[in-house]
C-alpha cells in the first residue's frame, strides 16, 4: 500500500496534535483528530503567507 503525501497543513496540524499530547488519529467527531487542529494552522498560515499562497494552499485539499 502506498501511503499519500501529507500536506503541508495536515503536517502542522498534526505537529500541533502531538504538542497537545493528543493521538492525531483518534476519531473526534467523526474525523481524525488532526483536524481539528486545522482552524489554528489556517491562522497562522494566514497571518504570515500572501493571500494567493495561502488560498492556493488550501485548495490543494
Do not use: Y
Request: proline letters at 8%; aromatic letters at 6%.
Amino acid at each position: 500500500m502506498i501511503a499519500r503525501k501529507k500536506s503541508s497543513r495536515e503536517l502542522a496540524a498534526r505537529a500541533l496534535c502531538r504538542l497537545d499530547g493528543v493521538p492525531e488519529d483518534t476519531k473526534f467527531e467523526g474525523a481524525p483528530m488532526w483536524k481539528s487542529f486545522l482552524p489554528q494552522v489556517d491562522a497562522v498560515l494566514e497571518a504570515i503567507l500572501p493571500p494567493e499562497e495561502f488560498d492556493r494552499l488550501r485548495q490543494l485539499e
